[in-house]
């Protein structure tokens, strides 16, 4: 019966925040089955430490947490297939067309240094406040405040180049 409780409130979890989960780990990798592959990986390490939560509401930043912790493991161990006889100029292009404007905001948003982009992402994704967001990435609340100011700043002049003036008194 203690079993029936502890994996129903699990799965009640699972549901809540799967496609949430989901849309963090395909920003992070932007790939679709690799996305999938974190989230489920995410699920599986939550249950394994599932009964040393001790605070149900924490599940939230916890989730997140070990979906970054994950990320990070895929690329300790990813290899990339480099070809070296294939010629720099016979690659092609094999992206989909997509709207101006996604690529100019998914541009923006990469040429933000990733102290920036990452509690940014965590706060607009994931919906998660500056003392979650501090926890989970190990600064201060304050520092992560400064991180969104900054974003938001640079964000601005990216897209008006202009510098900000003050206007002149009559």
Known sequence: M???????????LARAYSAELYRY?????????????LVQE?????????????????AKSWLY????????????????AI???????ELMDKSEGKAFDAFETRDMLAALPE???EPLMLQVIGGFGCVEIAT?????????????????QALRRSLDPKPLTRAKEL
């Not at 995410?42 to 924490?58: E, P």
């Not at 070809?83 to 100029?89: F, G, I, R, S, T």
């Not at 989970?136 to 400064?146: F, L, Q, S």
């Open 2 to 12: 203690l079993f029936d409780d502890r994996k129903s409130k699990f799965e009640s």
């Open 25 to 37: 780990a395909y920003w992070l990798c932007r790939d679709r089955f690799t996305a999938e592959d």
């Open 42 to 58: 995410t699920f599986t390490r939550a249950w394994q430490g599932w009964s040393g939560l001790r605070d149900d509401r924490a």
């Open 65 to 80: 947490t070990i979906l970054r912790n994950e990320h990070a493991r895929l690329h300790e161990r990813k290899q990339l």
């Open 83 to 89: 070809d070296p006889d294939q010629e720099l100029d």
């Open 115 to 117: 102290t920036y982009r």
């Open 136 to 152: 989970m990435i190990g600064i201060t609340e304050g520092a992560v405040m400064t991180r969104l100011t900054r974003a938001r």
